[in-house]
């Protein structure tokens, strides 16, 4: 497996990058925002793409080798979210998902040949991608153990056989990483493996879409179908039989930058509410000032803060510890995509009527974020992970010598 890690920009540079991409996003990518509820129109896409290269922040997570800005991970979070300030922003910058997270795989597992295919012309805007790796039940899901997608041995490479869904961004994709099952051999263990494969290879079908009540992600969640579709040796991303455990390098990370942007995007809509109650009378004072209305906007204010803070301490443990990473990013993205939530909805019930007009774009911005407490692992899986890996911490360490504490003759004794 092969990883390489940018040590990154000094300070002074991420500060001078956040600024800038602070001044691009609000300048000409809001200037050309679509009307709430619309897609983003690729030629003004393209458009403000090359003008985000010029202007020197386009791709910011991706190494300066492969034409990005060269951010490390621990960096990301204050530029995400001056993109995710706008809806269109990450998507303009090639910051977005799934091309992000196929970007920082290509990187850490990819070879030579592979990054030069795949990494530089998708970190360059060339290219898009997908991810599949979510099946029609009984398929993976929220379980990914139940992949039912698998790749066989051919001769001179692999044959791969089953049907993804939601997979996100596949109608606008020129290659997808696959998830397959595949099984043992004399050199690798029964598992998973993933694998590059263009979307005009035979045998690969767009299918159906699923209309979801989020807008802004270009290409859509379709259906994709595999039917004999038959790759090289050379396809093949990482290790074979190690899918599961080279999908942990994309999912962490992935689920964070998810919660940097849209951190972004709640940013935006907290700043919407504030210049309205700052402005608007309601029984004589501004809104404002009535004590119902702070206590909401004080709350907003704590789940920014404290979504703010998590996002950076996960971002710096992915950095130093990225399986201890991976585990605290579930903490994250639960409390962020719920915390996300409360603040657009708030800054929805805060501007009233028109909060829930297409006059502003509150309504739409809650139609985007409310999907992400189920995209990438729901709240219920996340949580349902998080207390089995609390239970056994605690267990181990108990064993390992920690005084236990769940006895009422501990504290009968006293001191």
Not at 82 to 93: H, K, M, Q, T
Not at 251 to 266: D, I, N, Q, V
Not at 294 to 302: E, K, R
Request: glycine residues 10%; hydrophobic residues 40%; aromatic residues 6%.
């Amino acid at each position: 497996m092969q990883r390489t890690h940018s040590s990154g920009l000094d300070p002074s540079e991420v500060e001078d990058l956040r600024l800038r991409t602070r001044e691009f996003i609000r300048g000409p990518v809001m200037d050309a925002e679509p009307r709430p509820g619309q897609a983003l129109n690729l030629a003004v896409r393209r458009e403000l793409g090359a003008a985000a290269k010029v202007a020197g922040v386009y791709a910011p997570h991706v190494a300066r080798e492969y034409g990005g800005q060269g951010l490390a991970v621990e960096q990301w979070s204050g530029v995400f979210q001056e993109a995710g300030y706008s809806p269109i922003g990450p998507a303009v910058l090639n910051c977005m998902a799934p091309d992000e997270g196929n970007m920082h795989m290509l990187a850490l597992l990819g070879t030579e040949q592979q990054k030069r295919d795949y990494l530089l012309p998708l970190a360059g805007g060339e290219a898009t991608s997908c991810f599949a790796m979510s099946e029609p039940h009984p398929g993976a899901g929220s379980d990914p153990e139940a992949l039912s997608t698998t790749a066989a041995p051919a001769v001179g490479g692999w044959i791969i056989n089953g049907h993804k869904r939601f997979i996100s961004g596949a109608m606008f994709a020129g290659f997808v990483i696959v998830m397959a099952r595949t099984a043992a051999t004399e050199n690798a263990p029964a598992g998973a493996t993933m694998f590059l494969v263009n979307m005009d290879t035979p045998g690969v079908t767009l299918g159906a879409p699923i209309h979801t009540m989020d807008r802004y992600l270009p290409g859509g969640h379709p259906h994709v179908e595999f039917d004999g579709v038959k790759v090289l040796g050379s396809a093949v991303l990482g290790e074979v039989g190690r899918a599961f455990a080279h999908a942990q390098l994309r999912l962490g990370p992935a689920r964070l930058t998810h919660c940097m942007r849209w951190l972004g995007l709640a940013r935006r809509a907290h700043d919407i509410a504030m210049d309205r109650t700052n402005t608007r009378n309601i029984f004589g004072s501004h809104i404002s000032e009535l004590g119902i209305a702070q206590d909401m906007i004080a709350s907003s204010v704590i789940d920014i803060e404290s979504s703010d803070a998590i996002i950076a301490k996960c971002a710096a443990l992915l950095a130093s510890d990225p399986k201890a990473g991976s585990a605290l990013s579930s903490v994250a993205k639960v409390h962020c995509s719920e915390a996300v939530y409360r603040v657009i909805d708030r800054s929805l019930q805060l501007c009233g009527g028109d909060g829930v007009s297409d006059g502003l774009p509150l309504a739409q911005y809650l139609n985007e974020v409310r999907p992400f407490r189920i995209y990438d692992g729901s709240t219920e899986t996340h949580k349902w992970a998080i207390a089995r890996r609390a239970t056994k911490s605690r267990r181990q360490s108990v064993e390992a010598g920690e005084p236990f504490l769940g006895s009422v003759r501990f504290y009968e004794g006293g001191r």
